[in-house]
């Protein structure tokens, strides 16, 4: 069975950086590629990136370039995504997701997901 | 950057066929994927590829795609399909930039 289990809630004040980690398993972790997607209170779904955790390379959204760092740890199965400079509007429920197979590159199975409060 | 374009909100009533619609420019060379969100949990991905359903997805879930607009549709709506759907795709660069739609909120009742 596939499971991606993230971590804990952090609160944050803006201007600092945040790191949350998606540990897998149930599949081989270099198989497949990890989305990081995250939603505002009360918003829609906002795909940030994703890694290949195979080779390390990573394509990020425009809007999140530059802040963003996405990176996968083969030696503990755990994808990562940091993200910087944080302000109000990063307060947000992030979620990892990785893809069903090695021929697709869509979400799939996700993560429980994690809550980032960036507040003074 | 590229945009998918959805309609906020779809209101039908039970039995009814709901149809949400998904435009975007590169939508004639990209599937795009179908989810549904319910109130505090994670996204389902209810449609891919345009128009292939996963296991355990109910038939009434289909979906389709005809030049720059994918449609889902819900045949016969339960008031358990009551959430916000999101299409999903890539854009025409070729190296999976993915991007959401703004979301639809379905409403049955």
């Known amino acids: 069975e596939v499971q991606l289990v993230q971590s804990g809630a952090e609160v944050k004040k803006p201007g600092a950086t945040v790191k949350i980690s998606c540990k897998v398993s149930?599949?081989?972790?270099?198989?497949?590629?990890m989305h990081w997607v995250q939603q505002a209170p009360g918003k829609g779904l906002e795909w940030m990136g994703l890694v290949d955790p195979e080779d390390g390379e990573t394509i990020y959204a425009e809007k999140f370039q530059g802040r963003v760092t996405i990176t996968a740890d083969t030696s503990t199965d755990t994808a990562y995504m940091e993200l910087s400079s944080l302000r109000s509007e990063d307060t947000a429920v992030y979620y990892c997701a990785t893809t069903p197979s090695s021929e697709a590159n869509h979400p799939f199975y996700w993560g429980q997901g994690t809550l980032v409060t960036v507040s003074s | 950057s590229y945009e998918l374009t959805q309609p906020p909100s779809v209101s039908v009533s039970p039995g009814q066929t709901a149809r949400i619609t998904c435009s975007g420019d590169?939508?004639?060379?990209?599937?795009a994927y179908w989810y549904q969100q319910k109130s505090g949990q994670a996204p389902v991905l209810v449609i891919y590829e345009d128009s292939k359903r996963p296991s355990g997805i109910p038939e009434r879930f289909s979906g389709s795609s005809s030049g720059t607009m994918a449609t889902l549709t819900i045949s016969g709506a339960q008031v358990e399909d009551e959430a916000d759907y999101y299409c999903y795709s890539t854009d025409s660069s070729g190296n999976h930039r993915g991007v959401f739609g703004g979301g639809t909120k379905l409403t049955v009742l």
């Open positions: 149930g599949y081989t972790f270099t198989d497949y590629y």
């Open positions: 590169a939508l004639p060379k990209k599937y």
